[in-house]
């Protein structure tokens, strides 16, 4: 496609619950990146994919953070039994190389209730 | 580790004057990248420019330009002629081309352009 595309834009979900969020790079682009980004904060760094390897998933703040990316385009971020603190915009980027900047979907709003 | 400060939370400028935002990191890197990403309500982080850190001329995209001085490690950001449409959250970011999965951000700040 054009852009990064990310769905859902918002999610809210009852404290406990499972959620899952999709993000569509950029054709061809080769890196794939998560990003969490707090209220009045920069994004911080989540996990990364070079094709379908994950090859850094430091970042993940818990083991209740799982991302995918089994063909090597489409991504899923899944949350297991989430929590307040997991409230955030969570940012997808796909790039070719990295060195010229990431290209970026809206994000998509969750809300922890 | 590589740190990026952003000092000014918030500032406003007239429509058609000239800002200009802070950005210090910190690093023991000699080659590496430095962003502004701009970032409107919609969300999407938009690249306004990119510094490459072994280039002396500083980068310059039509009203964006940076000031790049990389002894004191400060990349600042100045927009001319301010128009509404550049209110937004601006965001420094700083990647070494040996580890360019781990694209740091400063805090961000929120530019207010008033008519």
């Known amino acids: 496609g054009a852009g990064v595309s990310q769905s859902p834009r918002y999610k809210v979900a009852k404290r406990g619950q499972d959620v899952a969020l999709r993000c569509d790079p950029i054709?061809?682009?080769?890196?794939l990146f998560w990003y969490q980004q707090a209220l009045g904060q920069g994004p911080e760094f989540l996990t990364y994919?070079?094709?379908?390897?994950?090859?850094?998933k430091s970042g993940l703040p818990s083991d209740r953070f799982f991302a995918e990316r089994p063909e090597g385009s489409v991504s899923t971020l899944k949350i297991q039994r989430t929590q307040q603190e997991d409230s955030a915009v969570y940012l997808c980027?796909?790039?070719?190389?990295?060195?010229?900047?990431?290209?970026f979907g809206s994000g998509t709003r969750l809300t922890v209730v | 580790a590589q740190t990026v400060t952003q000092s000014q939370p918030e500032m406003s400028v007239q429509e058609a004057e000239t800002v200009t935002l802070s950005c210090t990191y910190d690093?023991?890197?000699?080659?590496?990248?430095l962003f502004w990403y701009k970032q409107p309500p919609s969300r999407q982080m938009i690249l306004v420019i990119r510094?490459?850190?072994?280039?002396?001329q500083n980068a310059t995209e039509n009203r964006f330009s940076v000031n790049f001085q990389k002894a004191a490690k400060s990349f600042s950001l100045k927009i001319s002629d301010s128009q509404l449409g550049d209110t937004a959250m601006y965001f420094c970011?700083?990647?070494?081309?040996?580890?360019?999965?781990?694209?740091?951000f400063g805090a961000g700040t929120r530019l207010t352009v008033k008519p």
């Open positions: 510094q490459e850190a072994y280039k002396q």
């Open positions: 054709s061809g682009h080769v890196s």
């Open positions: 994919f070079q094709n379908e390897a994950q090859l850094d």
């Open positions: 970011a700083f990647m070494t081309p040996y580890n360019n999965n781990d694209m740091r």
């Open positions: 690093t023991s890197e000699n080659n590496y990248y």
């Open positions: 980027a796909s790039s070719i190389t990295g060195n010229y900047g990431y290209t």
